[in-house]
């Protein structure tokens, strides 16, 4: 969108923020960059340029805007989007590979050599994967500074920069402020010091949210032990690369409040990343339900049904877990699914202390499941089977449903695993994988909706209707869903 002069232009002038995001504006006289509704008068028309990223425009020589904090945008609705290499490779650097892995191993994970992978970000992005990742520090450095009390040299390495120094000019290039200056600012504008240990952030999204659903499937699915739903928050524990978290994610006006408890602060950036993916904070809502409002059949629900337009689709923050745990729900009620699978955490799972709350387990990975007893399963033998071959592929590679895997791939991959229907697939690739245009057909309540609306019965001649729902086949699952009053589409007391 950078490159459409005239309509950015008309965003900025307009404050849009649901442009936030798509692109940033660089002042050539100030040389700041802004989000698109930043509060400040704009600037004139001749002076301003566009950047796709915030990494291009510090790489051009911007720094960001101390009003709009353009670094606390929400994400670009394409990386959801979209399944090319490009999209695939940003949500990579969103989760923390290039630090933890380099841009060799971000090259691996995407199937090119990592020449091919600088060009093409380059082109598209106007900045390459180091860019990008050290922009990305220079946010994670920022949130570490004003919501915690660590001493700088720890915020330096668990933000993943090599050096003190590199930290220190990074922190100036990109906020104009030495690290003290931030932290002392922040301090000024804080009346809570908050609880210590646990880092306090804001989430923002684009506007509208329905939190009913995000929140209502989160909590009436949820895994005792792993996920709770507690004073007007959801809670879950999150396996990280360095350690483990326990994460709080309430619905505010304008932005999700989340509080983390990190064994290693190095997990910030993906924790952030990873609660992000699981509300669907980087969704633009307005793009998707006026797609949905087109069709005569929809509309009354994306405009009436339960808490209105802005449902995002409920996710989750391991792809690997919610394949386990879809295969669990296979053809059983939502009581019965959360039953077996608290039973596998209870057995498999690593203990976790939860001074607040009544957490207790990390949700077991493919690698502590891989041994287990099929006996010991309270399933139907088929059910077994269908299990203990997805831990197996998991556990060895086979089957690759990592951030930033190819959906088309996994999808032929999960086909090909005995017990996997189209419904088990589509809900995994959807759910798990955050495939936008995923369809469930076959599902239950899809079918009832479909009766009831006067939409075609069948699978296929439903699916043939929902052509015209593309991309956003997924998010109509979220609204036909509402036509039957389940816990799913309510926020809990």
């Known amino acids: 969108m950078h490159t459409d002069t005239e309509r950015c232009v008309r965003a900025v002038q307009s404050k849009d923020a649901r442009f936030d995001g798509w692109f940033f504006t660089a002042v050539l006289t100030t040389r700041i960059y802004c989000r698109p509704s930043c509060p400040v008068v704009p600037p004139k028309a001749r002076n301003m340029t ?16 101390k009003r709009c904090r353009p670094d606390t945008t929400p994400g670009s609705p394409e990386w959801n989007a979209r399944a090319d290499t490009v999209a695939r490779a940003m949500r990579l650097i969103q989760d923390g590979v290039v630090d933890r892995e380099g841009v060799p191993g971000l090259a691996a994970r995407l199937g090119y050599s990592a020449r091919q992978i600088e060009r093409q970000l380059l082109a598209e992005l106007g900045a390459g994967p180091l860019a990008l990742a050290r922009s990305q520090r220079a946010q994670t450095a920022r949130v570490l500074i004003e919501t915690t009390g660590l001493p700088m040299a720890q915020v330096a390495f668990a933000a993943g920069f090599s050096s003190i120094r590199t930290f220190n000019d990074t922190v100036r290039e990109v906020f104009a402020l030495a690290p003290g200056e931030l932290r002392d600012r922040a301090a000024r504008g ?11 952030l804001r989430l923002p999204y684009r506007a509208p949210l329905n939190p009913g659903n995000l929140f209502g499937h989160l909590a009436a699915t ?18 990280l690369p360095h ?14 409040d989340c509080r983390l408890s990190l064994t290693d602060p190095r997990d910030l950036t993906q924790a952030i ?32 049904g339960p808490g209105g337009p802005g449902r995002r689709v409920p996710r989750t923050v391991d792809a690997a877990e919610f394949a386990v745990r879809a295969v669990l729900g296979q053809q059983v009620s939502t009581a019965a699914a959360r039953t077996h699978a608290a039973r596998l955490v209870d057995a498999h799972g690593i203990r976790v202390e939860d001074p607040e709350g009544g957490l207790t387990h990390l949700f077991p990975t493919p690698e502590a499941l891989a041994g287990l007893d099929p006996e010991a399963l309270a399933l139907p033998r088929s059910r077994r089977t269908t299990l203990t071959t997805l831990v197996a592929a998991l556990a060895d590679g086979s089957l690759d449903l990592r951030e930033g895997a190819d959906r088309e791939k996994a999808r032929a991959e999960l086909a ?25 057909p076959t599902d239950l309540g899809i079918r009832r909706a479909a009766e009831r609306l006067g939409l075609p019965a069948t699978p296929a001649a439903l699916t043939a209707r929902a052509g015209r729902w593309r ?23």
């Open 50 to 65: 566009f950047y796709p990223s915030a990494a291009a425009c510090q790489q051009a020589g911007f720094r960001a805007c």
């Open 190 to 200: 804080t009346r809570d010091p908050g609880t210590p240990g646990v880092i306090a």
């Open 222 to 239: 949820a895994v005792p032990g792993v996920e709770e739903w507690r004073d007007g928050a959801y809670r879950r524990t999150l396996t």
């Open 243 to 256: 350690g483990h978290g326990i994460v709080a994610l309430s619905p505010r006006p304008g932005h999700i």
């Open 273 to 304: 990343s990873r609660c992000r993916r699981l509300l669907d904070l980087d969704a633009d809502p307005v793009a998707v339900d006026d797609q949905l409002r087109a069709d005569p059949l929809l509309a009354p629900l994306v405009d009436a």
């Open 416 to 440: 090909g695993l005995p017990g996997f229907g189209p419904w088990t697939v589509e809900v995994i690739v959807m759910r798990g994988l955050g495939d936008p245009d995923a369809f469930l």
């Open 471 to 493: 991309p956003w086949r997924a998010y109509a699952v979220q609204y036909l869903w509402t036509v039957d009053d389940h816990p799913i589409n309510h926020l809990p007391a």
